[in-house]
């Protein structure tokens, strides 16, 4: 634990750690609402009648969809994935810096990201990414067979982006040679 927080005391004492934070959570946290509102959005994007300013109203407007379109838990699950997964992205930005080199670390927070990501939906549907994937009928069929009714993909990528939070830290903290051998 002293790891975790050593190494998220290095990354954030720079200001700018914490905006990548921020505006990557927003940005994940927009993104797995527009997920709910897929239709709209591309009715929006293709639309003819609706001119280049239009179009960007209606999908910032979208937005709102998050209080209306989900349930509280989605709303919890959404803002507790986009935060872990910006303060993943800072900590995987600045541990790349620092050694210019990818590992199973990136791995891992992408992987997060994507099964954080499946159990997200409105409501009325359940996942909009299972949903969109197997059709309607098959997901609503998957999802009543959980315990969770599909909060588990949510809950499965929060514990996914916190290992990897847990293994960049821990990596940060750790010689960058080899050990030598006996």
């Known amino acids: 634990m002293k790891k975790i927080t050593k190494s998220l005391q290095e990354v954030f004492t720079s200001p700018l750690y914490g905006l990548i934070t921020l505006s990557s959570a927003i940005l994940i946290g927009a993104i797995m609402t527009w997920l709910s509102s897929y239709d709209v959005i591309k009715l929006a994007i293709t639309s003819e009648v609706l001119n280049f300013a239009g179009k960007l109203k209606l999908i910032f407007s979208s937005l709102g969809s998050f209080v209306t379109n989900f349930t509280l838990s989605s709303q919890i699950m959404v803002v507790v994935v986009s935060l872990l997964a910006g303060i993943n992205i800072a900590m995987l930005i600045f541990y790349l810096r620092k050694n210019r080199a990818i590992r199973k670390t990136a791995k891992t927070s992408v992987l997060g990201l994507i099964v954080g990501t499946l159990g997200v939906g409105c409501s009325a549907c359940g996942s909009v990414?299972?949903?969109?994937?197997?059709?309607?009928?098959?997901?609503?069929?998957?999802?009543?067979?959980?315990?969770?009714?599909?909060?588990?993909?949510?809950l499965i990528g929060i514990a996914l982006v916190i290992l990897s939070i847990y293994n960049i830290a821990n990596k940060m903290q750790s010689p960058q040679v080899c050990a030598a051998r006996k």
Do not use: H, K, Q, R
């Not at 990414?129 to 949510?154: D, Q, R, T, W």
């Open 129 to 154: 990414i299972l949903s969109s994937v197997f059709g309607i009928s098959a997901s609503f069929v998957f999802m009543s067979y959980l315990p969770l009714g599909g909060m588990e993909f949510g």
